[in-house]
């Protein structure tokens, strides 16, 4: 079958709108903006005094865990420290506002200017934090963080807020009275709601960008997030970045609340209950933010009620965390699989394309032309006593896609570990046409034209096919050729969650992805583990075209020798780290010295 065929037969159904696509419906996002601001109004007229303080805390609050959402639950990094952010936007914004003449200068509009360099000054804490984070994880980072908020909070305790001890209030925005004036509170609560929805939609489309999806990729997994092309330094360094910056934010806002800052607000056990709360709610699900903050705030409001001393709210807050850790999940998450669930039993999403389902192409084994694409010399590496690699010279030749092959523990992994840049400690050369890629990071690889995939999952399965398509491919991929490229493999609709995708077709989307990015030379590392026998046969199918069609040179590791033989015209094989054999498929596979390499596995060359 010819590819206009394919073409005709399997995109008729796509298009923006159809269930191939996930950009349906953009207007949801304004409408829910728009939707939250009218209830905002409604509750401003209706709450009684008291009320209103409360919510316009929750709403402060939110923008705590917006932030924190960022850092805990898209990057999946530990962050103990959100609101030594706030205190710094605080403490910058009550010093703009008390100390200088901004105020005069610019009369209601200077709120907004002090409380937006207060967040530019949490940014550049939040940067700062975010460098250990780039060696750092799990309890050493936790451990750093908490440092951090312990170190702001002692600092704050001796030299306190620049208004502390007088009697200077911060004027709030556009002349809004201050925090004993009931409309003045009315007034700021909308306020606080306008900055909260804004910023709820500037991260919103942070996540939903690139931003957003090199944040969850790192989240899952760095190796595979540089070899998408994406650097993980600035994935992790963006996350605290941004996250501080709304952190600082939040504490103007606070600021603006009671008109005047106090440290007692920033203390490290706050951040604690903040913390806790975010991997409770699931903080980077945008509406459960609202969930955590009014847990937040609800939880000692109600131990108040009921005369019980507030410490018991850390217990609280405890309890929540155990629950959250243990059970490894979150109620934002939760709640997402239960809808999903649903729509799956009601049968929503139409009839799938399948790699199986679809129409063969027929292909021929594709030959390599006369350019040498990639040239590896005296390649050698070494783990300790082991030599995983000993002077490998391999040639690979622009439009083929050449075997890699060799019994268990040849080197094999370590040979595509070693071109994609996460063996920095080899020797010998690697070059693609004339590019030394020796000492260059696995990301810069990448973008010069080498892509890899890995023998293990490292797919989120936080995104959606199509969101982790593009990441994949890169800015200048557009969605009809991501579009393209998954039908042509036969992979899941754009808007699939990768939750609900088996491995095997995730590893499937994987390729396809790295396909999509179009490299100059792509390293297939064991792509077909996980499918069926027909899945193979329709893969083997695809592959075939890939050469032609995409411009994409593939070098491919496999175990399924019956695959190898069905698209490779040229074989090397590895053994013990060496080269034991290149040329031919055929003339290697029964190459005698290649038969006994594999010994117990003979019957399946032969
Ligand atoms: N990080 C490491 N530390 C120490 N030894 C390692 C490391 N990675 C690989 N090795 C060793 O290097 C040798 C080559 O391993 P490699 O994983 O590259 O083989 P392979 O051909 O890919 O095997 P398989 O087909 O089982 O995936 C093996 O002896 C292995 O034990």
Same mark, same amino acid.
């Given at each position: 079958?010819? %590819? ?130 780039? %060696? ?79 944040? %969850? ?118 709640? %997402? ?14 009839? $799938? ?5 679809? $129409? ?45 092959? #060799? ?13 994609? #840049?996460?063996?920095? !400690? ?109 899945? !193979? ?21 496999? !175990? ?40 117990? $596995? ?5």
């Amino acid at each position: 079958m010819s %590819r206009v065929d394919l073409h005709t037969t399997t995109t008729s159904a796509v298009g923006p709108g159809s269930p191939r696509s996930d950009v349906n419906r953009p207007w949801a996002p304004w409408v829910i903006a728009a939707a939250t601001l009218v209830v905002v109004l409604a509750l401003g007229y209706t709450l009684p005094a008291y009320w209103l303080l409360i919510s316009t805390s929750v709403l402060v609050a939110m923008m705590s865990l917006l932030g924190l959402g960022i850092v805990t639950g898209t990057a999946g990094m530990i962050a103990l420290c959100q609101l030594s952010f706030a205190a710094i936007g605080g403490w910058v914004l009550d010093f703009l506002m008390t100390q200088t003449g901004l105020y005069d200068a610019l009369g209601g509009m200077a709120f907004i200017v002090a409380m937006l360099v207060g967040g530019v000054a949490a940014a550049v804490l939040g940067f700062v934090v975010g460098l250990p984070a780039l %060696r750092l994880r799990g309890v050493n980072l936790a451990v750093v963080t908490l440092g951090v908020a312990a170190a702001l909070d002692m600092t704050l305790q001796k030299v306190s807020f620049p208004d502390q001890w007088s009697n200077v209030r911060v004027a709030r925005p556009f002349g809004i009275p201050g925090a004993s004036d009931l409309s003045g509170n009315r007034y700021y609560f909308f306020f606080v709601a306008v900055v909260v929805v804004v910023v709820a939609l500037g991260i919103f489309f942070l996540q939903r960008g690139r931003w957003g999806a090199g944040w %969850r990729s790192v989240a899952f997994s760095e190796r595979g997030t540089a070899s998408s092309g994406t650097s993980v330094t600035t994935a992790k360094l963006s996350a605290f970045t941004v996250s501080a910056f709304v952190g600082g934010i939040a504490g103007g806002l606070m600021v603006g609340q009671v008109t005047t800052a106090n440290y007692i607000t920033f203390q490290t056990l706050n951040s604690l209950g903040l913390y806790v709360l975010a991997i409770a709610v699931g903080a980077h699900f945008i509406e459960m933010t609202l969930v955590g903050a009014l847990l937040f705030v609800l939880i000692p409001e109600l131990l108040k009620q009921f005369k019980v001393p507030l410490e018991w709210s850390s217990i609280a807050f405890a309890l929540l965390g155990i629950q959250a850790l243990t059970t490894n999940s979150n109620l934002g998450a939760d709640i %997402r699989r239960l809808i999903i669930r649903r729509k799956r039993r009601r049968g929503q999403g139409g009839a $799938e394309l399948t790699l199986s389902s679809l $129409e063969p192409i027929g292909a021929p084994v594709p030959q390599a032309a006369s350019n040498v694409l990639l040239v590896v010399e005296d390649l050698s590496v070494q783990f300790g006593a082991v030599a995983a690699l000993s002077s490998v010279s391999v040639d690979v030749r622009e439009g083929e896609i050449l075997g890699l092959i #060799g019994p268990n523990g040849a080197g094999k992994s370590t040979f595509i570990d070693a071109l994609s #840049g996460f063996l920095p !400690h080899h020797t010998g050369s690697i070059s693609i046409e004339g590019l030394a890629l020796d000492r260059m990071a696995p990301n810069r690889i990448a973008r010069a034209g080498l892509r890899r995939t890995f023998q293990q999952d490292r797919v989120p399965s936080t995104m959606t096919v199509g969101t982790y398509m593009s990441f994949v491919a890169g800015r200048g991929v557009d969605r009809a050729e991501v579009e393209e490229v998954a039908t042509f493999f036969g992979c899941p609709p754009l808007a699939t969650p990768l939750q609900l995708v088996d491995v095997g077709t995730r590893r499937l989307i994987e390729v396809a992805a790295n396909v999509a990015a179009k490299p100059r030379l792509l390293l297939l590392d064991e792509p077909a583990a996980g499918l069926s026998h027909e899945e !193979h046969l329709a893969f083997a199918d695809r592959l075939r075209a890939v050469p032609e069609r995409f411009g994409v040179t593939l070098l491919i590791v496999e !175990h399924d020798l019956d695959l190898v033989r069905s698209v490779c015209a040229n074989l090397v094989v590895l053994n013990f780290g060496q080269v034991l054999a290149v040329g031919a498929t055929e003339a290697v596979m029964s190459d005698p010295a290649v038969l006994k390499a594999y010994m117990g $596995e003979s019957e399946m060359i032969s």
